[in-house]
Antibody, heavy 119, light 113 residues
Framework: QVQLVESGGGVVQPGRSLRLSCAAS????????MHWVRQAPGKGLEWVAV????????YYSDSVKGRFTISRDNSKNTLYLQMNSLRPEDTAVYYC????????????WGQGTMVTVSS | DIVMTQSPDSLSVSLGERATISCKSS????????????LAWYQHKPGQPPKLLIY???TRESGVPDRFSGSGSGTDFTLTISSLQTEDVAVYYC?????????FGQGTKVEIK
């Protein structure tokens, strides 16, 4: 069935780096734009980044611009989020989500992976 | 960025009664060229990923019960649950996908009275 599975979360010290992965299955990954969305403890959903189906176009929220990099490997059906210079306020559950077209809602979400930034 | 503001922040409704959530955007999310509102609603339960309920402001996603409905245009939108069920207890978010900074409302928590 259609599935997105995130991995790579964990506890990391401020200033360090972490890379999240999102493995896709059950659909043609290379046809879809992909997003990262996060939810800090007790807070709402915050859109983080998007990458086009071909990996050419990328956009970021102001809160992560310059620190996070979204990428994808269509041959491996996998989405990535490289997170550098992590801050305590980056602590959140990180979800990957797909969208059938560029300006479209997110129809399938992964279960999420927890990232905790703490010394 | 387009700011999405929901009201109320929380809502307590009796079983079988109507629940209504409002969402206002800081600018119109209506594309004149196709007359579509780039507005979606999601349901989020603890320990689960968000679930798409409504898109284009009023189109129900496949499999979503018809007690969920969306309405509105431009900057003002509403999600209505016509007869609240126990399984509807969740946080509901509106989202605009009109621009390349997809923003969510702050969420509305729906509980049983």
């Amino acid at each position: 069935q259609v599935q997105l599975v995130e991995s790579g979360g964990g506890v990391v010290q401020p200033g360090r780096s972490l890379r999240l992965s999102c493995a896709a299955s059950g659909f043609t990954f290379s046809n879809y734009a992909m997003h990262w969305v996060r939810q800090a403890p007790g807070k709402g959903l915050e859109w983080v980044a998007v990458i086009s189906y071909d990996g050419i176009n990328k956009y970021y929220s102001d809160s992560v611009k310059g620190r996070f990099t979204i990428s994808r490997d269509n041959s491996k059906n996998t989405l990535y989020l490289q997170m550098n210079s992590l801050r305590p306020e980056d602590t959140a559950v990180y979800y990957c989500a797909r969208t059938p077209q560029w300006l479209y809602p997110f129809d399938i979400w992964g279960q999420g992976t927890m990232v905790t930034v703490s010394s | 960025d387009i700011v999405m503001t929901q009201s109320p922040d929380s809502l307590s409704v009796s079983l079988g009664e109507r629940a209504t959530i409002s969402c206002k955007s800081s600018q119109s999310v209506l594309y004149r060229s196709n007359n579509k509102n780039y507005l979606a609603w999601y349901q989020h339960k603890p320990g689960q990923p968000p679930k798409l309920l409504i898109y284009w402001a009023s189109t129900r996603e496949s499999g979503v019960p018809d007690r969920f409905s969306g309405s509105g245009s431009g900057t003002d939108f509403t999600l209505t649950i016509s007869s609240l069920q126990t399984e509807d207890v969740a946080v509901y978010y509106c989202q605009q996908y009109y621009t390349t900074t997809w923003t969510f409302g702050q969420g509305t928590k729906v509980e049983i009275k």
